[in-house]
């Protein structure tokens, strides 16, 4: 109620764009806010070279950022939420003593090179506590996405030499999953996502993707 009579500053909140990369195409939205439905204001699609992105990976950056040039002579903000294909990230659920919330972070970091087949300093990664408030719990249950580093700078490269800000990066399947979701299904969902070349099948519990 306090929102509706003293909203954020449009400088601390500003409009920005919602992505989704794929292999074969970048696709922006945005959306407003009409009374209290959110509704689509607008969106563009726009087809990627073939090979240019194969799989995940930018193998053309040139070639995509004049795509995404392209875009932002349509698109008023540079500020963008991205969400990054699947194919280069790892998921995994992993049990951590009962710490402090802040030091989890630091006890996932010794957990990541024997779940993900890739050197630890290698790698970005983000977490989700399953059911944190839970009183019985024993220790926490960690689900952990994690991409290269590599991958996401290329990414970060491609988007600001097009002109975009990137506020943040998201695993395809987490994005998807919370915008079909309210935080508060607590449930066991599964999600099926058929794309034009591949099929994603996303398992969802807590409102946190568990298995893709």
């Given amino acids: 109620l306090f929102l509706k009579f003293f909203p954020t500053p449009k400088f601390l909140d500003p409009e920005y764009s919602g992505v ?16 209290t439905q959110l509704r689509i204001k607008k969106y563009l699609e726009r087809p990627l070279p073939q090979d240019a ?46 710490v402090p919330l802040k030091d989890i972070r630091s006890n996932i970091e010794f957990k990541l090179e024997e779940n993900v087949p890739l050197p630890a300093n290698t790698l970005s990664f983000d977490f989700a506590v399953v059911d944190p408030k839970d009183p019985n719990r024993e220790h926490f249950d960690v689900v952990v996405s994690t991409i290269p580093s590599e991958v996401i700078n290329v990414y970060i490269e491609v988007f600001e030499k097009a002109g975009f800000i990137p506020y943040s990066l998201e695993i395809e399947s987490q994005a998807i999953a919370r915008s079909l979701l309210k935080k508060t ?13 591949k099929v994603g099948l996303y398992i969802v519990s807590h409102s946190i993707i568990h298995f893709t």
């Fill in 185 to 197: 299904q607590r449930g066991t969902y599964v999600i099926v996502h058929c794309a034009p070349q």
């Fill in 20 to 35: 989704s990369v794929s292999d074969n195409a970048i696709r922006f939205f945005q959306f407003e806010k009409r009374g």
């Fill in 53 to 98: 992105i194969v799989s995940g990976y930018i193998h053309d950056v040139e070639r995509v950022i004049e795509v995404l040039k392209d875009i932002k002579k349509e698109i008023k903000t540079p500020y963008i939420r991205a969400s990054l294909p699947e194919e280069k990230a790892y998921l995994f659920k992993t049990e951590i003593p009962l």
